[in-house]
């Protein structure tokens, strides 16, 4: 009796992968075009800056594209397993200057993270350095990877 | 494809895979000359290649992987890394003698001085 029902909902799980796929598509066409008029503005906020998550042991680092921006720019906060980086790039503005192509949008944007591990707040490290924002975690001493040693038989 | 093939697809190595990207680029015009201003976080200055050709300026380079102490796992990569290309068909008014680029913060900044024979010139008319 419920197998129509199944059937049908399978149907859609189709429809879902199919959506993934074309996602893909234009991920990547945006990989090979950089810009692709029109998408700029959904994209914006939700994705920038891209950002890096690092397992790196002790630590967990996550860093961030952001191109001309420098520390005093960010507001980076950490409540609850949750890192919040908020801020905005202004456009680039010159005086005397005429724009005759803009891709470097600007963009106001605030990316959370939900930590996959417990980190020691008060060891929070944050820096800016070529363009990149990199925050260093420390794990709390129970998620620290353990080594044990493997003991010879008696 | 086997299960092994699956596996393998499953921890893609960016720099392998990475298609050439297309750094985001601004260009603007002043009387005087020509400014494009590209974004390139982490990208060092030794690699980064500015040239000026048959009137196109073309930036290419690579952004290298980030290097970490001791083993670690990438959890999430959204930053392009590999090589990146763009190139811009410039205005024949650019001196190619005096181009200028500087890298800051990430954005590199490429300044093209316009010729000055081609700005406007005021030519004195003198009594005979």
Do not use: C
């Not at chain 1, 005093?72 to 005759?100: C, S």
């Not at chain 1, 600007?106 to 707040?121: E, G, M, N, T, W």
């Amino acid at each position: 009796m419920f197998s129509r029902f199944n059937d049908f909902d399978r149907s859609f799980d189709v429809l879902d992968e199919l959506r993934r796929q074309m996602d893909r598509v234009w991920g990547n066409l945006d990989e090979h075009w950089g810009f692709v008029p029109g998408r700029e503005q959904a994209l914006g906020a939700a994705t920038w800056p891209r950002l890096n998550v690092v397992d790196a042991g002790a630590n967990l680092l996550v860093s961030a594209d952001v191109p001309g921006m420098t520390e005093k720019d960010f507001d980076i906060t950490l409540d609850d397993g949750v890192l919040a980086i908020r801020g905005e790039r202004k456009p680039l503005a010159l005086e005397g200057y005429e724009v005759l192509r803009r891709e470097r949008n600007a963009v106001r944007f605030a990316r959370s993270i939900a930590l996959p591990v417990k980190v020691d707040a008060e060891k929070t490290v944050a820096r800016v350095k070529d363009g990149v924002l990199t925050i260093s975690l420390a794990k709390a001493p129970e998620a620290k990877p353990r080594q044990i040693a493997v003991k010879g038989g008696v | 494809m086997s299960a092994k093939d699956l596996q393998k697809t499953d921890k893609i190595d960016p720099a392998k895979h990475a298609v050439t990207f297309r750094p985001r680029v601004d260009v603007l015009e002043s009387a005087s000359e020509y400014l494009v201003v590209a974004d390139m976080p982490g990208v060092t200055r030794e690699a980064i290649d500015v040239k000026f050709e048959n009137g196109a300026l073309t930036l290419t380079g690579r952004r290298a992987e980030e290097s970490h102490e001791g083993a670690s796992t990438t959890l999430t990569q959204e930053q392009r890394i590999g090589s990146f290309e763009r190139a811009f068909a410039m205005p024949e008014d650019v001196d190619a003698e005096k181009i200028s680029a500087e890298l800051a913060n990430g954005v590199l900044s490429v300044r093209l001085p316009k010729q000055s024979a081609k700005q406007p010139r005021k030519i004195e008319v003198r009594a005979s």
